[in-house]
T-cell receptor
Framework: QKEVEQNSGPLSVPEGAIASLNCTYS??????FFWYRQYSGKSPELIMS????GDKEDGRFTAQLNKASQYVSLLIRDSQPSDSATYLC?????????FGAGTTVTVRA | GAVVSQHPSWVICKSGTSVKIECRSL??????MFWYRQFPKQSLMLMAT?????????EQGVEKDKFLINHASLTLSTLTVTSAHPEDSSFYIC???????????FGPGTRLLVL
């Protein structure tokens, strides 16, 4: 079983719509969760970190965490063409990150 | 956010040669640095964890004698790919972790092509 699994893409959404990304993890002791965005040919950049159950909002991005279900998600509201990228879910254990395979999002203008 | 640089950004070398990649934290002290490798269409795979002044900890399956890591200061870690072969061609990315934080800040990556 993979440690971190993300919903398979690619995900195509029209401009202005909501993109919904999901991630599940296997290690129940994980305490820290991150969403990174990676443009083609570039390294990952941090979008959000979340540590407590519930929602965390930052601009057009909302991360949701449910530790009981071992589930973390990312919503992108008012999607823009510049949001087209691969989104990586990462789970931290003892400061080491385990990454999901990533979900590629394409925002259609 | 914190800034991490890598040098070089691109390197092409002949099979059998060694290549050194530098990772620097520019505006914070990175007590721990991580080295990742990413093959096309795949996610990042952690290679090793390095702490300043101590030996690196390698992930299972990563040859420590092939991928030499040195973390001589709180702002600099180096990865040396020794006797590189075409299968070592990949995107190598480092990240830095500031003390007391769980957030990793990534460098821009180094693309290695071994001919």
């Amino acid at each position: 079983q993979k440690e971190v699994e993300q919903n398979s893409g690619p995900l195509s959404v029209p401009e202005g719509a909501i993109a919904s990304l999901n991630c599940t993890y296997s290690d129940r002791v994980s305490q820290s969760f991150f969403w990174y965005r990676q443009y083609s040919g570039k390294s990952p950049e941090l979008i959000m970190s979340i540590y407590s159950n519930g929602d965390k909002e930052d601009g057009r991005f909302t991360a949701q965490l449910n530790k009981a279900s071992q589930y973390v998600s990312l919503l992108i509201r008012d999607s823009q063409p510049s949001d087209s990228a691969t989104y990586l879910c990462a789970v931290s254990n003892d400061y080491k990150l385990s990454f999901g395979a990533g979900t590629t999002v394409t925002v259609r203008a | 956010g914190a800034v991490v640089s890598q040098h070089p950004s691109w390197v092409i070398c002949k099979s059998g040669t060694s290549v050194k990649i530098e990772c620097r934290s520019l505006d914070f002290q990175a007590t721990t640095m991580f080295w990742y490798r990413q093959f096309p269409k795949q996610s990042l795979m952690l290679m090793a964890t390095s702490n300043e002044g101590s030996k690196a900890t390698y992930e299972q399956g990563v040859e420590k004698d092939k991928f030499l890591i040195n973390h001589a200061s709180l702002t600099l870690s180096t990865l040396t790919v020794t006797s590189a072969h075409p299968e070592d061609s990949s995107f190598y990315i480092c990240s830095g972790l500031a003390g007391g934080s769980e957030t990793q800040y990534f460098g821009p990556g180094t693309r290695l092509l071994v001919l």
